[in-house]
């Protein structure tokens, strides 16, 4: 799920008198529930894009800003419930750390690593996931660019027996436009070398998207993606299954009352296969309630 804007009219940083004049610190703790519908059926993992249910979230997060140096740290649980009677609840938990440090006005090099529990992904309905990322920015004046690069490992039934990695990058141009209103292109690869070769897979997305500030309470994005991949070991017949998939998205946030958020978003999937039980299309709707209450800031 997307990360909400806010849209506060306090702002962002509230001095701590205990603090340097240079330093900044927040700590907060986000509480979300989500109701998903979506049109597919569930007979792969597919990273849930065709699953209905519902989630319930908890985030606590803390970030500091001192001087060239930036530091964050992340931790949440997600619980999820799923309408499939085939598809067995999970509960995922998340810790991600992350560091920043300004080598010039322009360019931010960063390093930032996440542990994970119970992920749907492309590969697999579980997976433990362990992933260590660096990115290097640049930005000046609207624009932005980010490169991204790093490797995640995989363990699909807990004991570390079945088990993959691969890299993944990133490329990412954001151009603002405005407060709250920018577009956006990226391209990105990833990949998973498994251990159990039906679990193999090498995938490129390229994305482009539009965020728009329609005032202070309210954000609309929209976009469009398109996805290409390869099980290179799961076999139609004696080919290896590959797919793709073209799908806008369109989403709205509305801050109703004081910190408090409500999301909608669809996204048409339509996907091609040459495995008949994968080509098929998909409609997804979600709604989203999210309360934000800062700790500190």
Known sequence: MATLPLAAPAPL????????PDVRE???LDLSATGVAASGDSFDANEDEDRSG????????????????HFDLRASTSYYVYTDDTRS????????LGYGRDVS???RISVMARGATELSTLESDSADEARVLGRVAFEDGPHRVRLTGGWRWRDYNGAGLVHGDGAMAEIEYRHRLGPGTYILA??????ISAVVPRLTYERYTLRAAAGIRVN???DVDIGVRWRDWENKYRLVGTESRTANSFAPEVGATYEFARRWYIQASGTLIWRSSNDPDYD????RVSLTLRKRFWLQR
């Not at 940083?13 to 340097?20: I, M």
């Not at 908890?58 to 800003?65: E, F, H, S, T």
């Not at 990226?186 to 990949?191: G, L, M, Q």
């Open 13 to 20: 940083w509230a001095q701590d008198e205990d603090l340097p």
């Open 26 to 28: 927040r700590t907060y």
């Open 54 to 69: 519902g989630i319930v979230r908890a985030a606590l997060g803390w970030d500091r800003d001192s001087g060239a140096d």
């Open 89 to 96: 609840d999970r509960n995922s938990n998340r810790l991600e």
């Open 105 to 107: 006005d322009k360019v």
């Open 186 to 191: 990226e391209a990105v690869y990833d990949e």
């Open 216 to 218: 202070k309470d309210v």
């Open 280 to 283: 098929r299309d998909v409609q």
